[in-house]
């Protein structure tokens, strides 16, 4: 949406004599195609979230905007082209940069785990956007890493006409992304495909990957960033992948505390045990449902278990919530009035872990 939407989501906290501790910034905040810690000119314009940040701390309340995993491949933008140079990016097999599919489109994916240019290359990336807003925390997400696409590498096909013109579509300036959203999703891409006897991309044992609701038959490689993807110390992704959004909290917890002084705030979603001393973490996609509800305790204990403190979920739920508006819609939503009583049950279990209110 736009800044009018999330100024008006603040206001109604306090007409309803709610209390509002902080207010998060999905990826609407970003700048044309998603473009991680820019502001959008016509969406979000830097000069009025500054102003409206400090309205924020004013009243005692904080920010946290999201930062995802993908950097968005644009010429001009600067996060993706001091990357290049600085070799930032993780490597597909055959040692060229590795390209995915995420909300920007094609995307690469800076190498938290074992690049030495990362650290000076996210506190230029950070220091940019604190200049313009002073944000409280980081929201870092898709940090799996994601990715819309399955393939040793992937590139835009120049011939594919539909397909470019999603690649290129640019974000509508009233905010509503419903159709652009929900088409990113789906890969649109031409991709390297992995041959049967590829070890990594295939190994020689099968475990019950999530391939859709009723399948889980899919490839290890399976939207993710490929197994068979270089680290710039020779490690492959296959045996890093658990780590990357661990080594991404890590990395920015270091770069806050030198841009600060202060001890940040950071919520990931994806972690590893231990990672609680840099983040905390929230169990990610769950769906609008009693059986999710039942799951998020499990979950979230398990994660204490794990060394990692402050857990929460999405209360209420994320997918198959009855929004206005909401893309994916499907016939599984809940009718409106049991998911309030999920709703109010779900708040009732959040007093107990922190949580995270879907759609604030």
């Given at each position: 949406?736009?800044?009018?939407?999330?100024?008006?989501?603040?206001?109604?906290?306090?007409?309803?004599?709610?209390?509002?501790?902080?207010?998060?910034?999905?990826?609407?905040?970003?700048?044309?195609?998603?473009?991680?810690?820019?502001?959008?000119?016509?969406?979000?314009?830097?000069?009025?979230?500054?102003?409206?940040?400090?309205?924020?701390?004013?009243?005692?309340?904080?920010?946290?905007?999201?930062?995802?995993?993908?950097?968005?491949?644009?010429?001009?933008?600067?996060?993706?082209?001091?990357?290049t140079r600085?070799?930032?990016?993780?490597r597909?097999?055959?040692?060229?940069?590795?390209?995915?599919?995420?909300?920007?489109?094609?995307?690469?994916?800076?190498?938290?785990?074992?690049?030495?240019?990362?650290?000076?290359?996210?506190?230029?990336?950070?220091?940019r956007?604190?200049?313009?807003?002073q944000f409280?925390?980081?929201?870092?997400d898709m940090?799996?890493?994601?990715?819309?696409?399955?393939?040793?590498?992937c590139?835009?096909?120049e011939?594919?006409?539909?397909?470019?013109?999603?690649?290129?579509?640019?974000?509508?300036?009233?905010?509503?992304?419903?159709?652009?959203?929900?088409?990113?999703?789906?890969?649109?891409?031409?991709?390297?495909?992995?041959?049967?006897?590829?070890?990594?991309?295939?190994?020689?044992?099968?475990?019950?990957?999530?391939?859709?609701?009723?399948?889980?038959?899919?490839?290890?490689?399976?939207?993710?960033?490929s197994?068979?993807?270089?680290h710039?110390?020779?490690?492959?992704?296959?045996?890093?992948?658990?780590?990357?959004?661990?080594a991404?909290?890590?990395?920015?917890?270091?770069?806050?505390?030198?841009?600060?002084?202060?001890r940040?705030?950071?919520?990931?979603r994806?972690?590893?045990p231990?990672?609680?001393?840099?983040?905390?973490?929230?169990?990610?996609?769950?769906?609008?449902?009693w059986?999710?509800?039942?799951?998020?305790?499990?979950?979230i204990?398990?994660?204490?278990?794990?060394?990692?403190?402050?857990?929460?979920?999405?209360?209420?739920?994320?997918?198959?919530?009855?929004?206005?508006?909401?893309?994916?819609?499907?016939?599984?939503?809940?009718?409106?009035?049991?998911?309030?009583?999920?709703?109010?049950?779900?708040?009732?279990?959040?007093?107990m872990?922190?949580?995270?209110?879907?759609?604030?």
């Amino acid at each position: 949406k736009t800044l009018s939407v999330l100024e008006e989501v603040v206001a109604n906290y306090s007409a309803a004599g709610l209390p509002l501790e902080v207010i998060y910034s999905d990826i609407d905040y970003m700048n044309n195609r998603f473009k991680n810690a820019e502001f959008d000119e016509f969406r979000y314009p830097a000069s009025s979230m500054q102003a409206f940040v400090d309205k924020l701390h004013m009243a005692g309340q904080r920010w946290v905007p999201i930062i995802d995993a993908g950097v968005a491949i644009a010429p001009g933008y600067a996060a993706y082209e001091e990357g290049t140079r600085d070799k930032v990016f993780i490597r597909d097999h055959g040692g060229n940069t590795y390209v995915g599919q995420v909300w920007p489109g094609a995307a690469v994916y800076p190498d938290y785990l074992h690049s030495y240019s990362v650290s000076s290359w996210l506190q230029q990336k950070l220091q940019r956007f604190y200049s313009q807003a002073q944000f409280d925390g980081l929201w870092l997400d898709m940090n799996e890493a994601s990715n819309f696409c399955t393939g040793m590498n992937c590139g835009p096909n120049e011939s594919n006409v539909s397909a470019m013109q999603w690649l290129n579509m640019p974000v509508p300036r009233d905010g509503d992304m419903t159709d652009l959203m929900k088409m990113l999703t789906t890969c649109v891409m031409s991709c390297e495909t992995a041959e049967t006897d590829n070890t990594l991309a295939h190994p020689p044992y099968a475990i019950h990957n999530f391939a859709n609701v009723t399948s889980r038959d899919a490839p290890l490689s399976q939207n993710i960033i490929s197994p068979t993807a270089l680290h710039s110390n020779g490690a492959r992704e296959y045996d890093t992948h658990n780590l990357y959004g661990t080594a991404m909290a890590r990395s920015h917890f270091e770069a806050v505390v030198s841009l600060t002084g202060k001890r940040p705030f950071l919520l990931s979603r994806s972690t590893f045990p231990g990672a609680g001393r840099w983040a905390a973490h929230w169990t990610g996609d769950n769906a609008a449902n009693w059986e999710n509800l039942f799951y998020s305790i499990a979950g979230i204990l398990n994660s204490n278990l794990w060394g990692i403190p402050m857990v929460g979920a999405d209360i209420c739920g994320f997918i198959d919530a009855t929004q206005e508006g909401d893309p994916w819609t499907n016939p599984t939503q809940l009718p409106d009035a049991e998911y309030e009583e999920l709703c109010n049950r779900w708040a009732m279990l959040g007093i107990m872990h922190m949580p995270r209110v879907t759609g604030c």
